[in-house]
Every structure is written in structure tokens, then in C-alpha cells.
């Protein structure tokens, strides 16, 4: 009797264990539907942030992707990314010289968005106003500001 109590506790340990593990290493889909998208030509470039750390500089992202946009094409897939917190910023590079160009007081002269469709007022958004939580499949809308 005692022996079946250990062998069940041990079953169980094992198999709290292994869906644990199965559920930290899965990974997801991220697509990104890019609305407003006013000209066809150039790349859309898309951060993804996994902290507050950086957010939104380029440069900084975790990972960095570049799309060139075909049509109106707006649907955007990022693939592999681990369950998690992140928050997205992206860019529509219309002349593709690789970067974000800006004015004078630093504001962006080419259409960019950022996840929960923040609009910044007087200072690039925080982490916070960005986050979302990914934990299956999911597909998320950023409305280009010009």
C-alpha cells in the first residue's frame, strides 16, 4: 500500500513536470494585420519587445523583422515566438534606407504604430501602454499613424 502511494506521487510529479515544460517551451504565431497602410512600395519593420527595457528604440527590439510590402499586403506573420508578455513598434521604411526617419524634435516623418494601438502625445509610449500577453496564436491590428 505504501509503495502504490510513492509510485503515484511520483507518476504525478512526473507528469505536473511535463506539462509544465511543454507549456514554457511552446511557441506561437504572431500576426500582424497593419492597417492604414496609404503606399505600396518600401518595407514594413516590426520590433518585438520582451521587456521595458529599450522599448521602442531600434536597436533594442528582441527580435527585428522587415517585410517588403507587395500591393497593399498588411498581414504580417511572426513566427516562433515563446509564450510571454510583449509589446510591438513598427514602422512603414517608405524610402527603405533601413530606418525610421524623423524630424527635428525627433517625431517619425514616416508612419509607424505600436501594439494596443497606443498614439503617444508628447513622448515615445512605455512599455506598459503597449503590453499584451501571448499565449496561443494570435493575431493583433496596428493602425499606422502618419
Same mark, same amino acid.
Given at each position: 500500500m505504501m509503495q502504490n502511494k510513492s509510485f503515484i506521487k511520483i507518476l504525478f510529479s512526473i507528469a505536473v513536470?511535463?506539462?509544465?515544460?511543454?507549456?514554457i517551451a511552446q511557441n506561437h504565431t504572431l500576426t500582424v494585420k497593419v492597417a492604414n497602410i496609404k503606399k505600396s512600395q518600401g518595407?514594413?519593420?516590426? $520590433?518585438?519587445?520582451?521587456?521595458? +527595457?529599450g522599448f521602442p528604440d531600434e536597436g533594442k527590439q528582441q527580435k527585428q523583422y522587415f517585410f517588403k510590402l507587395n500591393g497593399l499586403t498588411n498581414l504580417f506573420k511572426l513566427e516562433n515566438i515563446?509564450?510571454?508578455?510583449?509589446?510591438v513598434a513598427l514602422y512603414h521604411d517608405q524610402n527603405t534606407d533601413g530606418k525610421c526617419n524623423k524630424n527635428l524634435i525627433g517625431i517619425p516623418k514616416e508612419p509607424y $504604430?505600436?501594439?494596443?494601438?497606443? +498614439?503617444?502625445?508628447?513622448?515615445?509610449?512605455?512599455?506598459?501602454?503597449?503590453?499584451f500577453y501571448l499565449n496561443s496564436d494570435t493575431t493583433i491590428i496596428i493602425k499606422l499613424l502618419h
Open positions: 513536470t511535463a506539462l509544465s515544460i511543454s507549456s518595407t514594413i519593420e516590426i $520590433g518585438i519587445y520582451k521587456d521595458k +527595457k515563446p509564450t510571454g508578455e510583449y509589446a $504604430g505600436f501594439s494596443q494601438n497606443f +498614439k503617444p502625445r508628447f513622448s515615445a509610449p512605455d512599455f506598459e501602454d503597449c503590453k
